[in-house]
């Protein structure tokens, strides 16, 4: 029983993880959270699905002209590396010791 006793503060964080993971597959939503309203879960009437649609391909469409925009900026980028004259590495400072303390 003793052992049972020293264990326990080493089996209460597993034990807890476990239980709720099984707590929260039994309610069924998958999110850990529960911000999710149970409206959310019903299936959206005829009428909105065509306006959900809309949204999507609206959303989608925007991503799309956005990552354009970005390919369009990181190929000028890559056009001005080039352009830019080859540096050379910058040289080791090696100063000779001043002589004037002398």
Known sequence: MEQ????LPYL???IGMGLMMWMMSRRG????S????PE????APAAAQPHAEDSHNGRTQRLRAE?????AQQMALETRLRELPA????????TQPSTACR
């Open 29 to 32: 939503d998958g999110s850990a």
């Open 34 to 37: 529960g911000s999710v309203t």
């Open 67 to 71: 990552l354009a925009g970005l390919q």
């Open 12 to 14: 209460a964080c597993p």
């Open 4 to 7: 049972l006793l020293t264990a």
């Open 40 to 43: 959310a879960h019903t299936a």
């Open 87 to 94: 540096e050379s590495p910058p040289q080791s400072s090696t």
